[in-house]
């Protein structure tokens, strides 16, 4: 079956350092997102991607945050210079009929900044 | 504003018995769906059971169903025959589309514990 993968599992970094986590969406998924969820509290949407841009960001989502699908495969969340509030389980969802509204999610990674 | 309440921090069933998660939301939207998601110990989210809001019907997956009250906002989970791989938290969210995009909202979860 199908599935969204995502790498690394756990990653842990310096504050002030850059971090990329990386996911591989379904293949044939054309929407695709990032959610985080601080342990212990509900998820949030960060933000959504289609057709090669971004179609909505939360306020989460600010400067420090960007996302991008470099080679057609992988679907990739960079934050620049990681702060302490980081820290958290991040989830990447892709869809692939809008009608049906239904996102599949990939296992997580968490983000440790130390 | 989009929320969405679950006002069940906790619960717990005997093995074999139902349950009944409780969930509410709040938007001004009418097109919209409505979801279950699964979360046990590994983390990752599963797909439990999804609602159209403009169906009336209730939908049902296996031991899975849930009691959509459109009017009330209202969209409760009953789990039937509970099993020890039930044991997670679960998550209630929806779904709104807006200007084309969409954003799942989810509730804080309920941690369901199935004991033997």
């Known amino acids: 079956e199908p599935e969204v993968t995502q790498t690394p599992s756990h990653q842990v970094t310096q504050m002030g350092q850059e971090v990329i986590l990386r996911c591989v969406p379904i293949s044939n998924h054309l929407y695709f997102y990032w959610y985080r969820q601080i342990l212990g509290q509900k998820v949030e949407f960060l933000v959504s991607f289609y057709n090669n841009e971004i179609s909505e960001k939360s306020e989460i989502f600010d400067d420090q945050f960007s996302v991008e699908r470099p080679d057609g495969s992988n679907f990739t969340l960079k934050i620049r210079s990681t702060k302490l509030e980081d820290s958290a389980m991040y989830f990447c969802a892709s869809s692939g009929d809008r009608a049906r509204a239904e996102a599949f999610f990939g296992q997580g990674t968490r983000l440790t900044v130390v | 504003a989009q929320t969405v309440t679950q006002s069940q921090p906790e619960m717990s069933v005997q093995e074999a018995e139902t349950v009944t998660l409780s969930c509410t939301y709040d938007?001004?939207?009418?097109?919209?769906?409505l979801f279950w998601y699964k979360q046990p110990p590994s983390r990752q989210m599963i797909l439990v059971i999804r609602?159209?809001?403009?169906?009336?019907q209730n939908a049902t997956e296996n031991r899975f169903s849930v009691n959509f009250q459109k009017a009330a906002k209202s969209f409760s989970l009953k789990i039937s025959d509970s099993q020890l791989g039930d044991t997670a938290m679960y998550f209630c969210a929806f779904i709104i589309y807006q200007g084309g995009s969409e954003k799942l909202v989810f509730g804080k979860g309920t941690k369901l514990t199935v004991n033997p």
């Open positions: 609602q159209e809001a403009y169906k009336q």
């Open positions: 938007t001004s939207e009418n097109n919209y769906y």
